[in-house]
């Protein structure tokens, strides 16, 4: 299990959770409010609205792509239950709640081939070490979508 885990809020932009992603090196994005899971987004879902159409003159927010219960565990299951879970509704992440139901971590089914290869700790490359306590971390945007750039910061 992942612990030290990117998150966004259901009101962030997807522009956001995307450049989340793809800066984190990473395929699933839980989504919360507070420590609270509320919904978890995927690669594929934001692909497939992107390539879908444009994301308009607005931006959409994470919430408009959550459109189910997102996948999640208690930190207390075994293993096994867990991969039986995954594997009988064809899916490639969970979100592992703690005793309070709030989010933990992320196991992904590249944690389950590490455990089952005897790798206690997978570490993604670039990381020293496993973290030790569950860790949240949530990136904010230095200017809102509804305050454009200002000149002196513009990109052009």
Do not use: Y
Request: hydrophobic residues 45%.
């Amino acid at each position: 299990m992942t612990t030290g885990v990117m998150v966004v809020a259901p009101d962030d932009d997807v522009i956001l959770a995307w450049e989340v992603m793809a800066q984190a090196g990473v395929h699933h994005l839980p989504v919360v409010e507070g420590s609270r899971l509320v919904g978890m987004l995927d690669d594929r879902r934001l692909v497939s609205e992107s390539v879908a159409g444009p994301l308009g003159p607005r931006l959409r927010t994470v919430s408009e792509l959550l459109d189910r219960e997102p996948p999640q565990v208690h930190a207390d299951q075994t293993v096994r239950s867990v991969a039986d879970f995954m594997a009988s509704r064809h899916i490639d992440a969970v979100c592992v709640l703690d005793e309070s139901d709030n989010l933990a971590g992320i196991l992904t089914t590249a944690d389950l081939v590490d455990a089952l290869a005897g790798r206690r700790h997978p570490r993604r490359p670039g990381t020293e070490a496993a973290l030790p306590n569950p860790m949240l971390f949530r990136l904010v945007p230095v200017f809102s979508a509804a305050s454009p750039c200002p000149p002196e910061h513009g990109v052009g």
